[in-house]
């Protein structure tokens, strides 16, 4: 497994002097087992959400996780190679989903996507794909590579200074007002799986970040340039001695990873139908939750991360908090996201499946 | 073989330039600026914004290390580059007129007009040719710039710039100098909306001659200075600290009420600046979440003090207010507690979680019994008075200037013990964590603590001015606590230099009140800060105003890297 391979060589110090703090972080750790325990308990005792309503909120969650998933790879392959957390990722993710909106227009003028979908759709994806990538790999040639050896903060100021930029600059080009995805036919309706019916914009955002994320693992796993993207992101300096173009493999990963998030601006957008240039934030925020969830640099666990807390997502507002009748709980849904990141960077920085270095 | 490398070189250069020009006119940024006239009739804002890539990149091109005719060739070389591709560009935005609106939405006829000079009757051809021909002889002029004497171009310099500040604050002194019954000042300087030509040719010629002649004044004053007895030198300093001190007290009454809600504005993120200056730049956490701190001293003070509150005890401000640094100084301990265990970039991201999570709360329906949702609380009291008071001399102080005197004073306050905790033992040992933590703990140094402090400090300084600005709207609303004001600070601390103290009231001027200078430039306000953040880190990492011993550390790591780019030139230049 390249996790391990991938994983952060000192996620956290742990002085031994630490009483007080570790009592005050022990406290909060059984507050929230505690919290979310009883919550849960007396949301499910009156409850008033069926069983299908459960099922739903289930289903759109791994829709949505799926998309997560997609922009977590692209966190986790940079951070696999640079050890930088890219902020401006979710804007690259943002730039596909608004490109690939022209070309969707006007694919939908001359009627090629409801005539041929099966033609149509795809090209929307390798549309929304190939700018994001452009960008990815501009910012990856302008901002960051004059920054490889500088210290830690720098490039991540760098980082959220593009991610402003690149989110502006896109208001500026396209516009400022919401655009609206063409309605399509195809995606109209449900799929019945197994007797469960999901709906065929679901499905299909669910099916092409499966079968994204199984060729992005086959090209790590199984290619030359897979092979050599493992060796940099273990040691830099001695992938360049055997050889290895570091500098080209560093551009690889952020096309790849740019890609990614190309293909999930447009999945994003057939699932909630319109983009804006300031969408990029807070799925680029979850997607660096779901990451650093599976465990930053490890691709399958970014994946499961996506899903978990798209999950999660869906389903903790109403689990934990209309059992007590507080007003409006999706309103609260941006605040579960942001507390799993907090609680999982405070407890478990090396992610649910990783092991703390010297464990 | 060198020739034909060094002019690839520069045509890439000249790409480059091109590539910035287009991206100017395409999002919108030209055309906005175009409104916006320089010299009344010849030059507006907008043509200057296209002028400046090409200048600047033959004034790059001439500074190679060639021989004279060599250095102009560049200069011209790439300077043609830049013209062909924004010229190209335009043609092809021309041919694909109308239907490239519908992508790029800010091409209208107004602009392609404004860029292929239609005013002058050309045709879209001849315009193409007209800017091609403009940007190499744009670049020609950068480059002779570039291989003049150091008096010329520092008399173009000192020209151009007070030609440009005098014409960015006409909408602030033109009414101020109207209103001060100068208005046959203002009429010389200045026509309904930008300068007058004659005028321009004065301040121009003005500002090239106190240019040229300082360097000669400074160093003259320094000598004299130098040569001074210390008392005469101590009684200098009081001096100059008392004419500041003057200037300040008497700056509303000069300035007018609007430009004092800038000042306030500034006065803010000043205040803002110097508490997270003490958070990332003494203590190197980056914390993207500082709007909390000033969220919860806003909130914490308008629940205390307002009467309509939930608590509704209507306390006065200056005794609601220490309690209000200790309850901030609490939460900034609570939240640091738990994360100051985390790496660097983390830590950045948890800050930003609870900046968020802050935000989103602040505005939630759950809360809304106790924090009023999108409402927020209101009839906050002013802090002095009933917002009108009197002060000796400045006679009766109200609107903006009311909160501009106690916020001068907590500004004053901060940076003093700002200054002090600089040379503190605090500091140094802030100084040595943030350069190597290990090493610091090795030595001794108690790194959560220390963490704490910082963090506990900033939330301080942060809460106060959450508490001026809520008793300055009186009131406060969710909208005001974005992640945008944490990015603004951060920029304002990052381009004055981290660490330094000056570098945080430069860094605010420049990026705060800009901005309401130029209020074309509202819209892309934060582009700017984008662009900022990363030019800065690219090319001047230390700020503006850079702090000795980060500077020092910077060096450091480009040393690294200069010892790589150094090999790579000794070998180009072997080749040649």
Known sequence: ?359 | MPRAFTMRAAIRSGLIAGVVMIYLVAVGIASAFAKREVVTGYLTLGHLMLVIPPLAIGYAMAGRPLPAYGRVTQALVAGLAAGTLFAAAFLAAVALSPGIRLVLNRVSTALLDFVGFRNLGLEPATGALLNLGLAGALALIGGLVRIAPVAVRRAIVGGGSALLVMSMVEPFLRPRLLQLSLSSVAQFIYTSHGLATLSAALILALGAVLAVSWPKVRSTARSRLAAADPGTRSTLRWAAILVAIAFLYTLPTLSGSFLTQVLVLVGFYVLLGLGLNIVVGYAGLLDLGYVAFYAVGAYFTALITSPTSALGWGLNFWIALPIVVLLSAMVGLFIGAPVLRLRGDYLAIVTLGFGEIARVLLGSDALKPWLGGPNGILSVPFMLGNGTYFLPIVGKVTGPAATYFPLLGFCILAAFIAYRLKYSRTGRAWNAMREDEDVAQATGISTVNYKLLAFAMGASVGCVGGAIYATHLQGVVPGGFLLLVSITVLAVVVLGGMGSIAGVIVGAFALIGTPELLREFAEYKLLVYGAVLVAVMLLRPEGLIPDASRRAELEEARELEEGELKVEYDEISGDA
């Open chain 1, 1 to 359: 497994m390249i996790g391990s391979l991938l994983e952060d060589p000192d996620p956290v110090r742990r002085p031994s002097n630490l009483s007080l703090v570790d009592v005050i972080l022990w406290a909060l750790r059984v507050a929230i087992v505690v919290g979310v325990a009883v919550s849960t308990f007396v949301t499910l005792s009156n409850t008033r959400l069926s069983g299908d309503q459960w099922r739903d909120l289930f289903i759109f969650g791994i829709s949505q996780g799926s998309v997560y998933a997609l922009i977590a790879l692209g966190y986790t392959l940079v951070y696999g190679v640079l050890l930088m957390i890219n902020f401006a990722h979710g804007d690259v993710f943002m730039f596909g989903g608004m490109t690939a909106f022209f070309a969707a227009d006007w694919l939908n003028d001359n009627g090629l996507l409801n005539t041929t979908p099966y033609i149509a759709v795809p090209v929307i994806l390798l549309v929304g794909a190939i700018s994001s990538m452009i960008v990815a790999l501009l910012l990856e040639r302008i901002a960051y590579r004059p920054l490889r050896r500088a210290p830690r903060l720098v490039p991540l100021i760098t980082a959220i200074g593009a991610s402003l930029f690149i989110s502006n600059s896109v208001r500026g080009l396209y516009g400022d007002g919401v655009k609206a995805y063409p309605r399509v036919d195809f995606f109209q309706g449900t799929f019945n799986i197994f007797g469960i019916p999901i709906l065929k914009s679901h499905a299909t955002v669910i099916v092409s970040a499966l079968v994204l994320m199984s060729a992005l693992y086959w090209f790590v796993e199984r290619t030359r340039t897979g092979r050599a993207m493992r060796a940099v992101s273990e040691d830099k300096d001695t992938a360049a001695l055997m050889g290895i173009d570091v500098d080209r493999i560093i551009s690889i990963t952020f096309a790849i990873g740019g890609m990614l998030a190309g293909a999930a601006g447009v999945l994003y957008a057939i699932v909630y139908n319109q983009v804006i240039w300031s969408m990029g934030f807070l799925p680029g925020i979850k997607a660096f939750t779901a990451a650093v969830l599976g465990g930053i640099g490890n691709i399958i666990g970014a994946m499961l991360g996506g899903l978990i807390l798209g999950v999660l997502e869906s389903l903790a507002p109403t689990l934990l908090l209309a059992g007590y009748h507080v007003p409006s709980p999706n309103q609260l849904r941006d605040v579960i996201a942001f507390s799993v990141l907090v609680l999982v960077l405070i407890f478990r920085p090396y992610g649910l499946f990783g092991r703390p270095e010297g464990k």
